[in-house]
Structures are given as C-alpha cells and as structure tokens.
C-alpha cells in the first residue's frame, strides 16, 4: 500500500524556534534561553539555517530509533524538527543525487557530544545508504573503525569520561548509487603527553587499562605484564575506574573490531606488545653514578624491567642501555657523545615511551585505512566527517590549546567563507540582488597565527632552529617584538605601551583575541614541544628491534638514511595538515554540528546558561546567526511555500492552477506583505525578516483552525445528516413493525373481547331465557301447589267434620280451665289471715302459674290492707298518722325507736284537766293541751335532774313545776329552732331555741324522758302544722347546747352497767356534758 505522504514543516508544533534565524529579538540572551527552553523539552537540535546545534542530553533519549531514521529519510531539511539525521539526510542525499562533495564539520568543547555526533551520521548514513553483503562489509568495517581508535585515542578526563585525545578526520566514500566503498581517516595531533602522565582524575589512554583487565593470564605473561594497575608508574591509579565502564568487556569489543576491520592476528599481537613496552618503560628507574670526569651518569636502576621489554621488543638490551646513558650529536661528519644525567634519562625514557605510542597510533589510523580504503580506482563521492576539539579556554593555556585554538579560528574562518559564498552562490543563483554583509572575518587572526614570515608559528620555528641558548622567554621577546602592533596580540612587555600596566597579564604569557574571546597563553613549554625531541640514539635502538612494527615506527632510525636535517616541528606539521585539511574542505560543501555542553556535571537534566553562554561565545554562534540573517532569514521553495500558505488566498485555494512562483506572487499580494520584505528568486522566496514569516505562520494557524472548523462542520453536517437518514429509515421499519404488531394485538384484544362479551350476552340471554323457563315452571309448580292446597282444604272444609282434628286444642284448654279451676278453689281454702303483716303465702302450685300467683298475692296483700285500715276511727288513724311520723323521722337512726313502737301515743299522761292539784295550771293554760307529762330537766351546771312538767300547747311549749304546777317557762313554737338527740338507747334530748328570743335567755333545754318519741314526734308534727316549718331534728352522739353564753358539747358515751340500765349525765367542765348510756 502506498504511504500517504505528509507534507509538515518545521514550523509546526515548534517549541520556542526551531532555527535561530527565526529568533526575534536576536540576542545572547533570548538565544539561550530559546536552547534552554528547547532543552527542557528534549528537543536538544536546533538549527541556525542549515547548521545543526545540539546540545548534549547527557542520557539516552529515543530519538534515533531506525522508525526515526525512516522519519527523516528522503525528507526535505525543513520539513520536521530539527535532527541530526535531518542534516545527515540532506548532505547523503546532496551527495548522491547533485553529486557534491559533502563534509561535516563537528566542533563543540570536551563531553559536548562530538564524537557521538559523528557516530550518529554515521550510523545514519549507514542505514539509509544501499545494501547488499560488499556493502555491508564496507560499512560494518567504518563503523568499527571507531572502537579501536577510541580505545587507543581516548580516555578518562575531568570533562569527559570518553574523550578524544586526537582530532579525527574521516572520508567516507561512495560509488555513483550512493553505496559506500570505504574510507580515509586522518588523525591530528595526538595528546601523547597523557602517556607518561595524566592530571588528577584522569586516566591514561583506555587500551592500557583494557589490556589489563580483559586479556586472559596467557595473553599477559606472554606480554610479560602483571594484571595489577598499581605495578605501572605510567598509570593513574585514583580513577583506574570509570563508573559504568567495564574495560574488560571493552577489550574484547576492540580485539572483536580490529577482527572486523581487518587486523592480522599476528598484527594485533604485535600492536599490543608495543602497548606492554610502553608500559613498562614506565618502569624503568634511574640513579646517578659519578664519573671520572666529575658529570654524574645515569645508570638504570633494575636491569630487570629492562631486559623483559628488549625480549618483548627483539631489541640488544646493551643498545638500549646504552641509549638511555648518552647522547650522540652529529654534525656534519663528526660525532660527540655525551652522558645522560639522570634527569635527561627520564627525559628521555617518557619521550620514547610518548614517541613510541604515537607513533603506534599513526600507524594504527594507516592500518585500518589501509583496510578500509577503496578498492575501486572510479571516481568517488566524498563525504568528510571532523570530530576535532572545540575551542579551548582554560585556566593554563599552553602550546596545545594554541594549536587547536588555531584550528577552531580556520575553522570558523572557512564557515564564515562557505557561509558566506554558499549565500552569495544562492543569491546569483536565484538572481536576487546581493547586498553586503557586516559580519567579524577572522582572517586577520588566522594571519596572526599562521603567516609565513612573522606568524606566531614561524617564529616559534625560527626560535627552535636559531643556534644559541633558546628558551620561551626568548620566543615571548620575539613574538613582543614582532607582533606588538597586531590588533588581536597582546602581551605585557611587547612594544605596544597598551599593555604595560595590565595586570591580568602576567609577564610570561601573552594574549590572542580569538574570534571567541580572548586566550592566554603561558609561552612555558612552548619551544619544548614544538621541538618535540627524541634521542637520535633511541630511534635508532628502535631501528634495531627485531619487531618489525617497532621497527618500522622508527624509519629515521636506520642509519642508511641518515637524514641530518631537523624533523619537522609540531607546530609545522599542524600547520601543514591544518592546511591541507582546509584545502580538503574548501572543495566540500559543508555541513555544520556546533555541540554545546549544557552542564559540568555529565548530568541529565541540567542546563547552566553561564556555561551555555561562554560557549555560545566562542562557538560564535549568534555571529553565525547574523552572517545568516545578513540577507534574507528564511527561503523557501515557490511549491512547498505555496503548499503551505495557499490556503490564505481565495485564488489560492484549494488548487492553484499556474506556476507556484505566479501562485506565491498573487498569495503575497493579496496577503498585502511589503514588498520590501520579500524577493522572489528563480525557485524561491526570499523573505527578509522573521516577524514576516511568524506573520504568515500566525495567519496560517489560525486559518487552519477556520478551515479545521468548516471541515468539521461539514463532517459533522454530513455525518449528522447520514445518521439522521438512517434513523429515520430505521425508525420507518420499527414503525412498520411495531404498528403490525399493535395492530396485531390489538386485534387480538378485540377479538378476544367479542368472544367475551359475546360469551357473556350468550349466557346473560340463556340466564333469562333459563330464569324465564324456571318461572314459567315454579308458576306451574305454585298453581299446581296452589290448586293441591285449595283441593285440599276444600276436602278438608268439606270433610271436617267426620274428623277430630281440633280435639287436641279443646282437651288443652279443657285441661287448662280444669287446673285454674282448681287452683282458685285450692287458694280459697289456703288463704292466709286478714292481718297486714302475715307474710304466710301458699306455695305455687304451677309454672305457668307463677305471674298470676304473684300478681294474686299482691292484690290480696291490698285488699286485706285496706280492709284493715276500713276499721280505723279518726282518732285511731291519727295514732297511727303519729306512728308513722315516729317511723319516718326515727326509725333506723335512734335505737330508743323500736321500743316505742309498742307503745300507743298518749300525749296527756297528767290528766291537768281532772286533777285538781294543776288546777292553777289548768287556768293559765288556754289552748289545747298536747302533751302534759313529766320530764327531767337537766341542770345545765351539774348536769343533775330536777322533774318538770313538760306541756306542748298548739302554739307553745311550756315548763311547770311539778309540786306548784306554777310555770317555769313558756316558749313559743316558732322560737324552737332544733331538736338534738343521741343515736343510742335513751331519753335525752335538747330543745334549741332561736338566739335573741325572750325564751333563749337562760340557753337551750336538755330533757331526759321515756317518751322521747313521742314527744319529739309531736313537736314535730305541732310546729309544722303551726308554724308550716319543718323542726330540724339531729340525731348525732354529740351536739352543742346553748347553755347563757356558753356553748356546751353534750357527748353520748357507752357508759358501764354500773348504775343499772339508767344513763348518768355529768358535767365534765364548762365546755362538756358527759352522758354516759349503758
Ligand atoms: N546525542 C547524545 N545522546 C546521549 N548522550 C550523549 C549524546 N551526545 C553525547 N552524549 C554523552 O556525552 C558524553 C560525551 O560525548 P562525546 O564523547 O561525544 O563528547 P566529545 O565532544 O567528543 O568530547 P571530547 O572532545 O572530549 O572528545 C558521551 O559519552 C555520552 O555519554
Ligand atoms: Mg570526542
């Protein structure tokens, strides 16, 4: 299936900018803090035009996975984010389809990520370019190039735990298709000092530690080594360790990849023999011997070390000896030996040791390019990859920072040139106008440096080769003479009186202004190692060796072509293969990886802008920025420009009919962007400043966004739309359905409600017709009934009379009449007698009897009763009318009541009226005498008894004496208020009279009397019939008397049988009247 392509562009999804060019404000600081923002986002490329900065993420981050690498195949430079692969793909495919030359150049300081930078276009290049198993072979072979020079070339520092100690160099060439054919690699200057000594907390070079700790026992007594570090002067042992690195593993990596490139066995060997050698030349030791004539001599200290390396080398122990104890100068045809003392011993020991394992290294480069050159002698396409070291500022500078501060200034010399010509080649080539560019050229500094006559090299040259005592202070005087009035020297003691009082320039350096920055050179050491001395008579004890790679490290060593002339200085050689370097690259079309180091740490994660900054300096990057910008920021071509941006303009959009660039002219009309923001070259636009770009990017975005919108809407629309008509298709079909089955059912229902109403009508009707029928017949049956009945009591009417159906009925009521009959006649005989209160009543005789028989007791009970009271004369009747006065007001509450039931009312027991001793009496009363009879009157004081005669007239009650028959009292009935009495069994009683009466003077009257009864009846009966008022009687066992003033308690006691059946009265004091009753 083919692959939809994706047209995007580095401008989407941007974070910060992409490319620097684009950067507004441009300035250090919004270029950092863009880095750093980009950074903190893992996005650690960003391109400033066509070159690529990358800042090192210090972990492994998944961007180079082989998807990435087929992302970024056969993609145009800007059409994704910034990448490695990005510009690797454009200079591969630049190559193999415009047949270009291509180099890259990698700078960047230490742990900057430069050699992981060129492994990574590598690998790339590897994975896109053509395959098959010559092909393969090929690129395995470059690939593994880098193990093994990396274990020979770098090592431990405090910047970096893999770092380079040599520039690389290297051509990757390809046949015609773009398939890779081999390799050249140049090496530049080697830090062999690191092989005799390396600074705190660093190592030596990586193979020895390998070697050490990976070689099997075999391999290392055949070396004749110990697998102990410490037994090796040559290495540092605070960090013989590198967190993360296993050196034995790494050692069988190397020997696997010396394999692949194509090393001998033998070879191999033979490279580490001379590894063991320089090891233990480390060991060799010295003390001085006195000599005859007065000069100390060195001797070797333990011939031991020695004689194992002259076994391992196939050298005459005597020859070396005698190497390390004198000097032989030649000149011309004399010869003069000197001794070594032993400071020029050890001299001399390190310089071979540092001689021997450079030169191991040259060859080694030599040996895999023999390996991997090609073997076609067709025209190749070349594709250069520098790993050099960036620009260096330390706190010491020396003889190497100059060199390689020299080669960064070319460097940047032929960016800015290519940069520049690459603009202006553009330019002519799209036929736009050129416009001159302001920007540093550091030619001038390069010229400082390099310049034949009077550059600082030459006169470091002049210095080493001039006769007489040479020392760097001499060279300082002569670079202060010479160079005093360079605008980028500067030295304290030079002729320019600028720098006379500069304290920050001590008297033994001097200063260049680097395109970077400015440097400060200490001139100690200068003169030495540009000298770069060995010993004629160590090279050619080397010469002698019967190792034949020794051997021939050392071809100055044969005494057949002894070559009286001075080697070349270093500073020379640099100068030379810096040239050609140059002159390589100039015939290249560049591409640029500037690499920054964010942080000190070797930490993920952390971004130090001061760091960043420095570097950013002295990479020149912002000046690269400008040099860019210096025409116009952004280009692009008329079809993707108008791919991208067609959809701002009516005409435009969606298809543009003409050429793109006609399309792009109308675009920007319509867009109404100054004309002088932008040119239209052959094949592209020129667009002149960022805020133009960011202004169609904007306008873009947001038409995006509208169109987003429309596409949306119609989506939604359309999508609505045809979920709308298949709803309603599908509802029409559920409404199909569901109305046959409602109509269905509801069929059903109708039909199963007919069934029953119908059911019910049928049986509702044979109900009637039923009832009807049942009517009819029981109408039937009833007449029938009916006629049967009447026939009957027709034949019954008719033949009564010879039946004695009723006798029944007359025999019960014969019987009955028989029973009353004879109960009545019984009853007759039975009757009791004719006193009231015979409670005699014959038994019932019948049940049914038993009303009549109480009804007929009841009448006779009264007819005898009236019968009895028929008898009564008036006077009788009025005895009895008294009795049952008696009866009410007394019975059941005075217990004197029942025995005076018996006794008949007399009232007039004194006859006055006939004896003549109440004669007088008799006289003074006029009325009708009641009662008239004898009382005991109770003295109110003791409560002792005097007999009074007591008379009740109609109107008044009266006392007599009972001797005189005088009167004592009178008190008229309505002045009697109250009578009081005991419940019990005697006589007394109390006559209360009204308060304020004539009468009441002396107090109320307490009486004792048989007849008590019958006389408080009387009175009774007496004042109501005279006054119409009811006398109060009270019946209490203790009431009070009025006795004058005193109110006086009478108190009915249950008094002993003492003084027979009388009752005693005493007065028990003034408030109390004891009447005690038995
Ligand atoms: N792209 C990257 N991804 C992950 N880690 C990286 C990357 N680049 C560099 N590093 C890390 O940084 C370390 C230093 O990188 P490198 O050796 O490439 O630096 P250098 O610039 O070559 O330094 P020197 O100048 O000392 O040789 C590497 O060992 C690796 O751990
Ligand atoms: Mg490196």
Redesign the pocket.
């Known amino acids: 299936m083919a692959k939809m392509e994706v047209k995007t562009s580095l401008l989407d999804n941007m974070i910060g900018v992409g490319d620097m060019v684009l950067l507004e404000p441009l300035n250090e600081e919004t270029f950092i803090n863009n880095l750093k923002k980009r950074f903190d986002h893992n996005e ?1 490329y960003t391109y400033i035009g066509s070159v690529v900065i ?1 800042v ?6 998944p961007i ?1 996975s082989p998807e990435k690498v087929e992302d970024y195949r056969n993609r145009n430079f800007y059409e994704l984010s910034p990448h ?1 692969f990005a510009l690797s793909d454009e200079a591969y495919r630049s190559l193999r389809d415009q047949d270009k030359d291509q180099c890259i150049l ?1 700078t ?13 276009v590598m690998s790339y290049v590897a994975a896109v370019c053509g395959k098959g198993a010559e092909v393969n072979q090929v690129k395995e072979q470059l690939l593994q190039s880098n193990p093994v020079l990396e274990a020979f070339g ?1 090592a431990k ?1 405090v ?7 040599f520039g690389k160099y290297m051509d990757i060439e390809f046949d015609f298709k773009g398939d890779p054919l081999g390799g050249v690699i140049s090496n530049y200057l080697l830090e062999k000092s690191r092989v005799v000594k390396q600074p705190r907390g660093e190592r030596n070079f990586h193979v020895f530690y390998q070697l050490l700790s990976g070689a099997s026992e075999e391999l290392l007594s055949k070396l004749k080594l110990e697998r102990d570090f410490s037994r090796y002067n040559y290495l540092s042992l605070d960090s013989a360790k590198v967190n993360g690195v296993d050196d034995a593993a790494n050692f069988r990596t190397v020997r696997n990849a010396m394999q692949i490139v194509g090393f001998m066995d033998h070879e191999a060997e033979s490279v580490l023999e001379v590894v063991a050698a320089v090891l233990k030349l480390g060991n060799i030791e010295f003390k001085p011997e006195s000599r005859v004539n007065g000069l100390d001599e060195s001797k070797i200290k333990d011939k031991n070390e020695l004689k194992e390396i002259c076994e391992l080398t196939g050298i005459d122990q005597s020859v070396l000896e005698r190497a390390f104890s004198f000097r032989t100068v030649e000149a011309k045809q004399e010869k003069v030996s000197t001794t070594l003392n032993v400071a020029q011993a050890y001299y001399a020991r390190d310089a071979l040791a540092k001689n021997l394992y450079s030169r191991l290294f040259s060859w080694l480069v030599n040996r895999i390019n023999e390996s991997i050159k090609a073997q076609t002698k067709v025209r190749k396409k070349v594709m250069g990859v520098l ?1 050099i ?2 620009f260096e500022i330390f706190e010491d500078n020396s003889f190497e920072q100059f060199i390689i501060n020299y080669c960064n200034e070319k460097l940047q010399q032929i960016f800015i040139e290519l940069t520049l010509k690459e603009e202006q080649e553009e330019y002519i080539r799209e036929d736009i106008e050129w416009t001159h560019i302001d920007y540093f050229n550091n030619a001038i500094i390069c010229d400082l440096i390099e310049n034949n006559t009077n550059g600082i090299l030459a006169m470091l040259d002049e210095e080493c080769l001039r006769p007489g005592t040479v020392t760097d202070e001499t060279f300082l005087e002569k670079l202060n003479q010479v160079c005093a009035t360079h605008q980028h020297f500067e030295s304290r003691m030079s002729k320019c009186s600028r720098f006379l009082n500069d304290t920050s320039l001590p008297h033994s350096c001097f200063r260049i202004q680097h395109y970077a920055g400015k440097v400060l050179y200490q001139v100690e050491g200068f003169v030495d190692k540009n000298n770069d001395l060995l010993y004629r008579d160590l090279s050619q004890a080397m010469w002698k060796a019967s190792h034949a790679l020794i051997k021939s490290l050392f071809p100055e060593g044969n005494p057949a072509k002894i070559n009286l002339k001075r080697p070349p200085t270093a500073g020379s050689q640099f100068k030379a293969s810096v040239a050609t370097l140059m002159k390589n690259l100039q015939t290249k079309n560049p591409n640029y990886i500037r ?1 920054i ?1 964010p942080n000190d740490k ?1 930490a993920a994660h952390i971004f130090t802008e001061a760091l960043v900054c420095h570097q950013i300096r002295y990479l020149g990057l912002l000046e690269n920025v400008r040099v860019r910008r210096a025409g116009y920021a952004f280009r692009q071509a008329y079809e993707p420009c108008l791919e991208r941006y067609k959809m701002l303009c009516k005409q435009t959009w969606p298809h543009w009919k003409g050429p793109a660039r006609a399309g792009v002219e109308v675009l920007f009309n319509e867009l109404e962007i100054p004309v002088e923001e932008y040119s239209f070259g052959r094949s592209k636009i020129f667009i002149r400043n960022p805020r133009t770009l960011f202004k169609l990017e904007d306008l873009r975005k947001q038409r995006l966004e509208d169109l987003a919108t429309l596409i949306q809407k119609i989506y939604r629309g359309w999508k609505c739309r045809t979920h709308f008509l298949l709803m309603k298709k599908s509802q029409i079909v559920i409404a199909a359905w569901y109305r046959r089955y409602a109509q269905q059912k509801r069929y059903q229902q109708i039909k199963s409600s007919a069934l029953v109403i119908q059911s019910y009508i049928r049986g509702w009707k044979a109900r009637k017709i039923l009832r009807e029928l049942k009517h009819q017949k029981r109408c039937k049956e009833a007449a029938t009934t009916i006629a049967a009945y009447w026939h009957g009591t027709q034949v019954r009417r008719e033949y009564r009379k010879f039946f004695r159906a009723n006798a029944g009925k007359k025999i019960y009521e014969f019987t009955l009449q028989r029973i009353v009959q004879k109960y009545f006649l019984e009853m007759k005989n039975k009757m009791p007698s004719l006193s009231p209160i015979d409670k005699n009543w014959p038994s019932r005789p019948y049940l049914f009897l038993d009303s009549t028989h109480k009804e007929l007791k009841r009448i006779f009970h009264l007819w005898r009763c009236k019968k009895y009271r028929d008898q009564f004369t008036d006077q009788k009747k009025l005895i009895y009318e008294e009795k049952l006065e008696a009866s009410e007001l007394f019975k059941d509450k005075k217990a004197l009541y029942p025995s005076s039931v018996g006794q008949p009312f007399q009232g007039a027991y004194l006859e006055i009226n006939k004896n003549p001793k109440y004669k007088k009496l008799k006289d003074a009363i006029e009325e009708k005498i009641i009662i008239a009879e004898v009382v005991n009157k109770i003295n109110r004081a003791n409560g002792k008894s005097t007999s009074r005669i007591f008379l009740l007239t109609n109107n008044n009650l009266l006392l007599a004496d009972q001797k005189s028959g005088q009167i004592k009292s009178e008190v008229p009935l309505v002045d009697v208020t109250k009578v009081s009495m005991s419940s019990q069994n005697d006589g007394f009683f109390a006559v209360h009279l009204k308060e304020g009466s004539e009468a009441a003077s002396k107090g109320d009257f307490l009486f004792s009397s048989d007849h008590l009864i019958e006389m408080a009846t009387k009175l009774y009966r007496t004042t109501l019939s005279q006054t119409k008022q009811k006398l109060n009687i009270e019946i209490s066992d203790e009431f009070l008397v009025q006795f004058r003033q005193d109110k006086v308690c009478v108190k009915f006691i249950q008094g002993n049988q003492k003084n027979g059946s009388v009752p005693t009265c005493k007065r028990k004091n003034n408030r109390l009247l004891e009447v005690a009753v038995p």
């Open positions: 650690i990358s090192n993420p210090y972990r492994s981050l180079y490695i990698i960047g300081e230490s742990g900057a990520g430069k050699t992981e930078a060129s492994k990574l770098n520092t910047r970096n735990d893999n770092s380079s100690r790993d070291y960036g690499c180091k070797k």
